[in-house]
């Protein structure tokens, strides 16, 4: 029997991720939204970063600065917390270079889309930043423990509420610059229906009322007995199991029938008109009654049924594609420094 095809096959998507400190505010109260991964970090993270660099084990300073875009510095801090975040996500299985770059060009990307967004007077609504500020504080159960969490995290409230709002000012300019730029033609989506047509079908479905006979000691018993039962159902004016009076030796269910599963149910199921009766069926798993409730054979699902999931399915890469366009186009007029002598040699 086909099946219904899940949601939109989700390719891999590209993110613009701020530090784990805002992630985590943006994830407690509630804000997701699609230019920003807002996972909660894990509560162990890997120490990727720890090998870094080859000669020392020891890491540099936190605020040592690694690389400027436009005279704004990125930090060890800031590159080790990226790493971390990767290490444990989408980029868990890169070797400790490979995600130190790819920590590093993530946060350029992020510095020039906030550099963008500034320079084109984007800024995220003051109450949109209390209102996460409220949800963020609710989540943690109160006041006290939103300070106790300001405290382990080394932070000011100003502080949090400058990177809250830096978040949510990368969202605006992410859905301007990304999300607003991609279309999908009507076209394609049709295209890709007739493609995979077949893969869009809905379930077969048979809901009954069942009335299950509990095993006796012989077999015959059971059989006597649900032929005393079927008499009391037909006598019924509406023929309804469920009003039935228990004795222990039956329960009465609603029950949908698996073709696979319950292969001789199926079998006489099929045979049945909505509200009709069964005869007395025996099983390998025990005896019933049926009353067939709902029939609906499988069927073609119409384009309209999984257009949303079919431009989905295409708008996804479509947006990975954009990003990428607008990644080159921020870098291309930018002023890009890498300081830290071990990025320097990787990207010389």
């Known amino acids: 029997m086909a099946r219904t095809r899940s949601v939109s096959r989700m390719g891999k998507r590209k993110y613009l991720v701020y530090a784990s400190l805002t992630a985590l505010c943006l994830a407690l109260s509630g804000g997701a939204a699609p230019a920003l991964s807002l996972e909660k970090a894990p509560a162990q993270q890997p120490a990727v970063a720890q090998s870094a660099p080859e000669k020392s084990q020891q890491l540099p300073e936190k605020q040592m600065v690694v690389a400027k875009v436009n005279n704004d510095a990125i930090t060890m801090d800031a590159l080790v917390k990226m ?79 400058s990177q809250i709002t830096r978040s949510l000012t990368l969202e605006l300019v992410y859905a301007r610059e990304v999300y607003g730029k991609v279309s999908v033609p009507e076209e394609e989506i049709k295209k890709l229906y007739e493609k995979e047509k077949a893969r869009y079908t809905t379930a077969e479905k048979m809901r009954v009322t069942d009335v299950l006979f509990l095993q006796q000691d012989k077999a015959d018993a059971t059989l006597k007995n649900a032929k005393e039962v079927l008499k009391k159902i037909k006598a019924d004016k509406g023929q309804d199991p469920w009003s039935l009076t228990l004795d222990g030796t039956f329960i009465v269910r609603t029950y949908d029938i698996n073709p696979e599963r319950d292969k001789e149910l199926y079998k006489e199921g099929k045979k049945l008109k909505d509200g009709q009766l069964s005869g007395i069926i025996k099983t390998e798993k025990g005896v019933h009654i049926v009353k067939m409730k709902e029939y609906a054979p499988s069927r073609q699902m119409s384009f309209e049924e999984v257009r949303n999931n ?24 930018a002023k890009i420094e890498i300081v830290w002598p071990e990025l320097t040699k990787k990207n010389s």
């Open 83 to 161: 790493m971390n975040r990767l290490g444990a996500g989408e980029g868990g299985g890169a070797d400790v270079s490979s995600l130190q770059q790819q920590a590093l060009n993530r946060l350029i990307l992020i510095h020039l889309a906030y550099q963008k967004a500034q320079r084109d007077g984007m800024q995220a609504d003051a109450k949109n930043v209390e209102a996460a500020l409220d949800n963020l504080k609710k989540n943690l159960g109160g006041e006290a423990e939103y300070k106790d969490f300001l405290a382990k995290e080394g932070v000011s409230e100003e502080e949090l509420k």
């Open 310 to 333: 079919l431009e989905a399915s295409l708008r996804l890469p479509a947006q990975d594609r954009r990003l990428q366009e607008w990644e080159q186009e921020l870098r291309k007029e």
